[in-house]
């Protein structure tokens, strides 16, 4: 009896007829040159968020520019990421969110502004970012969808949180929601990855493997 994933991966990778079987064993390389994108948003995104937290130890605005320019940097991250992968289905999941945080990373980096002002400001980013990935990963149901709906949702709660505390709510405060949403957005990619890589090279073997076996 088959498993499960077995038969996932006959569909997945289903040798269509007449196609040379010799460049099959190419497959694994793309595949595995996806998968490293996937694995490289979610490590530079997890790096970032740990980033922000050994900033903000302290409780003092003057850090508020640094904390910009790490926002900025995962805007940029994740619209690199965006381009790499601009014929898949995520393409909208990560240049959305990059695109949201570089004007209000710039802003924060380059402007001096009221503190209440950055808070609104981040809180927006965070509420824009966790409702469109929430939407985005429910309607595409990619691999491991439900992390990234738990990302979402973690980014949602804490803008609102930010939004709704923006008078009272400390720098460090900030910095924390801010570094947390990273940290879980890059794991979300990072599981995504893992996923790919096991099951779309498995895949490919058990494609490789039916073809074989077919009589001549």
Known sequence: ????SQT??????QVPRGRDTNSLPREPDILLRKWK?????????????????VTIRTNTLTHAPLLGWLVV?????????????????????HLVPGIAGLPIGLLVAIQPLD??????????????????RIMAAVRLKFGRWMWAVLDGTASLAFGILLWATS????????????AISLILRGWSSLVFALGVRGSRISGTAVAIAQAGEKPR
Do not use: C, D, N
Request: hydrophobic share 60%.
């Open 1 to 4: 009896m088959r498993s499960k």
């Open 8 to 13: 996932v991966a006959r569909t997945q990778f």
């Open 37 to 53: 994108h996937s694995a490289q948003l979610g490590s530079g995104l997890i790096l970032l968020g740990i980033t922000v937290l």
């Open 73 to 93: 940097a995962s805007g940029v991250v994740e619209v690199v990421h965006a381009v790499r992968v601009r014929r898949s289905r995520g393409f909208l999941l």
């Open 115 to 132: 503190p209440v002002a950055w808070t609104l400001m981040f809180a927006y980013l965070l509420i824009v970012v966790g409702l469109f």
């Open 167 to 178: 008078p009272w709510a400390s720098f460090r405060y900030l910095g924390i929601a801010v």
